[in-house]
């Protein structure tokens, strides 16, 4: 069993940066992939970053390229989100997940990730 807990949100002015932690609890979270969605009032959830459980590889929606960062920490058992650039549009609430994510071509798909976060509400003011 894998539980995560998200951190870091809050409310930023656009071109502003936050960073997101997602704290890990159980042995094995450092053998999954690690992903990054967010889902904004009134939308369905979306894929916003994914990394590899080694770290060796990431992913990113193209509307975050260039402006996010996911990373990991094996010894601290805590993933990140660094975002930079803040708009409006990326105002939402964002989940971390972990699962096995197999194969790597699926790691856009909310089906790929057993485990969850509640989420950290992201308010970017324009």
């Known amino acids: 069993q894998v539980q995560l807990v998200e951190s870091g949100g809050g409310l930023v002015q656009a071109g502003g940066s936050l960073r997101l932690s997602c704290a890990a609890s159980?042995?094995?979270?450092?053998?999954?992939?690690m992903g990054w969605f967010r889902q904004a009032p009134g939308k369905e959830r979306e894929f916003v970053a994914a990394?590899?459980?080694?770290?060796?590889?990431?992913y990113y929606t193209d509307s975050v390229k260039g402006r996010f960062t996911i990373s990991r920490d094996h010894a601290k058992n805590t993933g990140y989100l660094q975002m930079n650039s803040l708009k409006a549009e990326d105002t939402a609430v964002y989940y971390c997940?972990?699962?096995?994510?197999?194969?790597?071509?699926?790691?856009?798909?909310?089906?790929?990730?057993?485990?969850w976060g509640r989420g950290t509400q992201v308010t970017v003011s324009s």
């Open positions: 997940a972990a699962g096995l994510v197999r194969p790597w071509s699926d790691a856009s798909a909310e089906s790929s990730y057993n485990y």
């Open positions: 159980g042995r094995t979270f450092s053998t999954y992939g």
């Open positions: 990394i590899r459980w080694n770290g060796e590889s990431t």
